[in-house]
């Protein structure tokens, strides 16, 4: 596999909005990684996202709203 892989961290500042250089800067890869298709993201950072921002963040969300979030952040491809 070649590459880049999207660990959990770069989504975990995307959804952390505490600090907005971050949460740009995590967002910028993500979607450059998206848009090239030069990337991966497993499921077990797709697991491990979703329960941080679920229930760890200073100010998490609701697990509904972070699904719908990830999935409509991730089709958009850039």
Request: aromatic letters at 12%.
């Amino acid at each position: 596999m070649s590459g880049n892989f999207v660990d959990t961290n770069m989504f975990i500042y995307w959804f952390d909005e505490t600090n907005e250089h971050k949460c740009t800067l995590s967002e910028q890869l993500i979607q450059k990684a998206l848009k090239t298709r030069n990337a991966c993201i497993s499921y077990q950072v797709i697991q491990e996202t979703l329960n941080i921002v679920t229930r760890k963040l200073s100010f998490p969300i609701n697990a509904e709203n972070a699904e719908e979030s990830f999935v409509l952040f991730v089709r958009r491809k850039g």
